[in-house]
């Protein structure tokens, strides 16, 4: 009896361990996506977006954001109030404070106008008062010159923006519909040199190839388009997931032990004594390969051994030998006598 609880006493104990081992007590968060995953039927699970959550998880990434808008002759009047409603409802998305997130919106057309600085307003009413209140400016598109002045006097502790030390990611949103009617490249290049981050808005007529050229690596994270300004406010959740920084285990996955969330995606583990298969989701024991390998230290030591114990039992029967022949001269002299 004894020594089946001692057993089951073992067993147990194996098993907290592996508990252990699979959860990351630390973040409830990954506890709660890690058993979605032991719960799962092997199917992929849909990826929602909940408003109360990421509002929760954007406390955790303050940004100095710069919203860049064309406001030139193309963008009609009910078109650029689109755009505002698109940047309320950003503005609505993420935590505001001077501690968290600022705002700054740079309008730009032939002529460039930075309509409210980092510092000028701090809460999220005051900077959606702020936003319906800029106008257009109409005429031409001057992108790389409202890039430029973005950098220069929006992206400055002056301004309000954090100083480097406090490591507060800098981001600047680019709205257009048109072709920049001066060069984007190098001023996009040197921005991006300075720290900022740069994602690139494409509307209807924009040129897709200078949202590239002004837009942050990868491509893909950064450069959006869409048909019409009538839909661009379904970017919000995007630029929600992305700016937020949301915990994507948190939001689902399909790992069989382990998932760690790496920026707005997410990668497997296996626990220990596991390794990750092909699939980078399943594990499978991991099979250990026993060899035994001679230590030629260990041979080289027993040879000289050998030899050197061959020598001396050579030497201890000649002087035997040579023993042996002076009793034998002994006692035939004995003999004689």
Do not use: W
Not at 151 to 163: L, Q, T, V
Not at 233 to 248: P, V, Y
Not at 280 to 307: G, N
């Amino acid at each position: 009896m004894k020594s089946f609880i001692g057993s089951l006493v073992y067993c147990l104990s194996l098993l907290l361990v592996d508990l252990c081992e699979s959860y990351d007590f630390n973040n409830p968060s990954h506890i709660l996506a890690q058993s979605y995953a032991q719960r799962r039927n092997h199917a992929l699970p849909h990826r929602t977006l909940n408003p109360a959550a990421t509002d929760s998880q954007c406390r955790s990434r303050p940004l100095d954001l710069v919203f860049i808008i064309d406001s030139s002759r193309s963008v009609r009047p009910g078109e650029f109030e689109k755009v505002k409603i698109f940047l309320a409802d950003m503005v609505d998305t993420l935590d505001v404070g001077p501690d968290a997130t600022r705002v700054a919106v740079v309008n730009y057309a032939s002529t460039v106008k930075i309509e409210f600085l980092l510092k000028n307003h701090l809460t999220k009413d005051s900077i959606k008062q702020a936003i319906n209140r800029i106008e257009p400016l109409a005429a031409g598109t001057m992108t790389g010159m409202a890039i430029k002045k973005a950098m220069d006097e929006a992206f400055i502790e002056k301004s309000g923006a954090r100083p480097k030390s406090k490591n507060i990611s800098k981001v600047a949103i680019i709205v257009t519909d048109g072709r920049p009617q001066d060069q984007v490249e190098e001023v996009s290049a040197a921005a991006r040199a300075s720290g900022i981050e740069i994602y690139a808005v494409g509307v209807d007529r924009a040129d897709k190839q200078s949202l590239k050229l002004m837009a942050s690596n990868p491509l893909e994270d950064h450069v959006f388009y869409v048909e019409t300004y009538g839909v661009i406010e379904k970017l919000t959740s995007k630029f929600r997931e992305t700016l937020c920084g949301m915990d994507a285990c948190a939001m689902g996955h399909d790992c069989e032990h382990i998932c760690v969330s790496s920026g707005s995606s997410f990668y497997c583990k296996c626990r220990k004594g596991y390794i990750l298969n092909e699939d980078q989701k399943t594990c499978s024991l991991k099979q250990v390969k026993v060899e035994i390998v001679q230590d030629p230290c260990m041979c080289e030591a027993r040879l000289a051994f050998q030899r050197q114990t061959q020598t001396s039992l050579q030497d201890l029967n000649a002087k035997l030998a040579a023993v042996t022949r002076k009793v034998e001269q002994m006692e035939n002299m004995l003999g004689r006598m």
